[in-house]
């Protein structure tokens, strides 16, 4: 009798298990996935990298006015790579207007210039 206890709470947390796995694949996983379709990498890398250096107020705001983000956090460290010095550490922030749930994603990207210059780009945005 006792055995077949055992078995019957393996069968049972095994079905359990089955069913919180498909609880999690079915409803929680789509719907907390949905902004990577919303977020386009690209969007952000073409601006980035549209022009040759930025200042971090001039790239957050173009990332607010162009691709319509509510809350905009960049920084940007630039290094020496000849001399493995740090240059300049610069960052700017928008905040949304109103208080609200934002979606943030973000973005970390790296351009070299051929003076020997490294600019790190971090940035983190919110719609």
């Known amino acids: 009798m006792k055995s077949q206890s055992v078995v019957i709470s393996a ?10 796995m498909a609880t999690i694949y079915v409803y929680i996983l789509p ?14 890398k073409s601006i980035v990298y549209s022009r040759y250096s930025w200042s971090a107020k001039a790239l957050a705001e173009q990332l607010h006015n ?20 740090l240059i300049s550490s610069d960052y700017y922030i928008i905040l949304p207007t ?4 934002l979606v943030y994603a973000s973005y970390n990207l790296t351009s ?16």
């Open 11 to 20: 069968y049972m947390a095994v079905a359990l298990l089955i069913v919180a």
């Open 31 to 44: 719907h907390s996935q949905t902004f990577l379709s919303s977020y386009s990498t690209m969007d952000v």
């Open 66 to 85: 162009v691709l319509g983000f509510k809350y905009v956090y960049v920084n940007i460290t630039v290094y020496n790579i000849t001399s493995g010095k």
């Open 98 to 101: 109103k208080t609200e749930s």
């Open 112 to 127: 070299f210039s051929p003076n020997g210059l490294m600019y790190i780009y971090n940035i983190r945005v919110g719609r």
